[in-house]
């Protein structure tokens, strides 16, 4: 059965930091390396929305605007883990953040159960 289990929310001060992780597994058929990574974030009334996202080896990486030069996502395929760092965090980061796999050929997406990260003094 294939899992996406997040860890790392949690609540901190503007300013701050934290590190995201979504540990892969039972990805049997299709190894974790053939599936492209992203995080998204949902907060409170309003529609999810892409934050990073990441290749298949990691050779490529896009963020939305509003985290761009704060939040960094990698991936170590050896252990078909993905992770968010996220830094210099503000009080409209705070959302509930979930992990994706996505492999386009095999037409398959899957989820993390989310975190939630809120970002407050």
């Known amino acids: 059965q294939v899992q996406l289990v997040q860890s790392g929310g949690g609540l901190v001060q503007p300013g701050g930091t934290l590190r995201l992780s979504c540990v892969a597994s039972?990805?049997?058929?299709?190894?974790?390396?053939?599936?492209?990574m992203s995080w998204f974030r949902q907060a409170p009334g309003k529609e999810r929305e892409l934050v990073a996202a990441?290749?298949?080896?990691?050779?490529?990486?896009n963020y939305t605007d509003s985290v761009m030069g704060r939040f960094t996502i990698s991936r170590d395929n050896a252990k078909s883990t993905l992770y968010l760092q996220m830094n210099s965090l503000k009080p409209e980061d705070t959302a509930m953040y979930y992990c994706?796999?996505?492999?386009?050929?095999?037409?398959?997406?899957?989820w993390g159960q989310g975190t939630q990260v809120t970002v407050s003094s």
């Open positions: 994706q796999a996505q492999n386009i050929l095999a037409n398959t997406v899957y």
């Open positions: 990441i290749t298949r080896t990691g050779g490529s990486t």
């Open positions: 039972g990805f049997t058929v299709t190894p974790f390396h053939h599936y492209a």
